[in-house]
C-alpha cells in the first residue's frame, strides 16, 4: 500500500496550492479518504474528507468555503485544492485511507506546506 502526496510548497498568504495524493495497493474506489494536516508542535488536525461512492464531503470549520476536496477514482487520486491560504495554514499535509469507523487505515508520508511572505 502506497499514498504519496505532492504539490506543496511555499505560498504567499491569500495565493492557493493544489495538493495531490496517489494511491496504490489497495482498491481506492471503496474507499473514504481524508486530508490531515500538522503545524509544527501542534496536533495532528483533520481538514477534510471524501466519500468512497456518492463522494460526500466534509470539511473542517478552518478549511470551510477556502479548501476544496476531490477525488478521481480512475487515477486512484484525491486532491486538495486550498484557496486563500493563510499562515496558520502552515503544516505539514499528509491523506490518509479511512477504515471502520472513519479511522485511517493507511497514511501516507506528508507534503510540506508553507504560506509566508
Known amino acids: 500500500v502506497q499514498l504519496v502526496e505532492s504539490g506543496g510548497g511555499l505560498v504567499q498568504p491569500g495565493g492557493s496550492l493544489r495538493l495531490s495524493c496517489a494511491a496504490s495497493?489497495?482498491?481506492?474506489?471503496?474507499?473514504?479518504m481524508s486530508w490531515y494536516r500538522q503545524a509544527p508542535g501542534k496536533e495532528r488536525e483533520w481538514v477534510a474528507r471524501?466519500?468512497?461512492?456518492?463522494?460526500?464531503?466534509y470539511y473542517a470549520d478552518s478549511a470551510k468555503g477556502r479548501f476544496t476536496i476531490s477525488r478521481d477514482n480512475a487515477k486512484n487520486t484525491v486532491y486538495l485544492q486550498m484557496n486563500s491560504l493563510k499562515p496558520e495554514d502552515t503544516a505539514v499535509y499528509s491523506c490518509?485511507?479511512?477504515?471502520?469507523?472513519?479511522?485511517?487505515?493507511?497514511w501516507g508520508q506528508g507534503t510540506q506546506v508553507n504560506v509566508s511572505s
Open positions: 471524501i466519500r468512497s461512492e456518492r463522494g460526500n464531503v
Open positions: 490518509a485511507a479511512m477504515g471502520a469507523g472513519w479511522a485511517p487505515r493507511y
Open positions: 495497493g489497495f482498491t481506492f474506489s471503496t474507499y473514504a
